[in-house]
């Protein structure tokens, strides 16, 4: 079980279809065969796409704007996207300016799953900060600056990992089209496909799909 309030998601292989599951059965749904009676039966519990934001610093975290991911979310649905410092306080901008939140005082509901698009390591947590704390000092993201289209959460996260200069990050940070392509999309593709099969579990008990010759770990 992951640390965390939501049930696993398993997935298991019989009949030529990949089942999805919150517990497993004692027997298949098509067939009605005992799984102790076939050896394809070997059940893996999918990676849990989400993070707690105070329990990773360092790190650029997405979020959905309205409720969470899981119970809330739809293709409409704004996402919002901010910081965490090493101590996994909270660092966003939004139209009421630029916020840093402590680590014990975040809404722990809005927060608790998230996104992690990126992270560095304990080395940088150092520089990770001064780049914080010297970000806020210019004094740039101010309340009045805020434009929902021009100068929003994404600006701001552009913006400090342009000063950051990690240089694992540099070159893919200069504009929020190839930041999203090659951060965002593929974690927000992956989770749009947990949360389908989780809902759709959550529904009818289980959900299966025929098998493509996928990899086992494949979802």
């Not at 059965?25 to 105070?54: I, R």
């Not at 969470?68 to 909270?90: E, K, M, P, R, V």
């Not at 966003?92 to 996104?115: H, I, M, N, Y």
């Not at 593709?189 to 389908?196: R, V």
Request: hydrophobic share 35%.
């Amino acid at each position: 079980m992951t640390l965390n309030r939501d049930p696993d998601v398993v997935c298991f292989k019989h009949c030529g279809r990949k089942f999805f599951v919150f517990s497993v059965p004692s027997q298949c749904p098509v067939c009605m065969q005992a799984f102790a009676q076939s050896d394809e039966f070997l059940p893996f519990t999918l990676p849990y796409p989400f993070v707690n934001a105070t329990q990773s610093p360092c790190s650029v975290v997405l979020r959905s704007s309205c409720g969470d991911f899981l119970s809330n979310f739809q293709n409409s649905t704004n996402l919002h996207i901010a910081l965490t410092d090493s101590c996994g306080s909270i660092v966003e901008f939004d139209s009421p300016g630029l916020l840093w939140t402590l680590s014990k005082q975040v809404d722990k509901a809005q927060w608790r799953q998230c996104l992690l698009i990126m992270q560095v390591p304990e080395s940088w947590y150092n520089e990770w900060d001064q780049t914080l704390r010297d970000v806020i000092e210019k004094g740039d993201w101010r309340r009045r600056k805020y434009d929902e289209d021009r100068m929003n959460c994404y600006s701001f996260v552009l913006d400090f990992l342009r000063l950051l200069k990690y240089e694992d990050y540099a070159e893919f940070v200069n504009d929020r089209g190839t930041f999203s392509t090659n951060f965002v999309v593929p974690k927000t593709a992956y989770a749009a496909k947990y949360i389908t099969i989780f809902r759709r579990i959550k529904e009818c008990g289980f959900w299966s799909e025929i098998i493509n010759n996928c990899d086992q770990q494949e979802i």
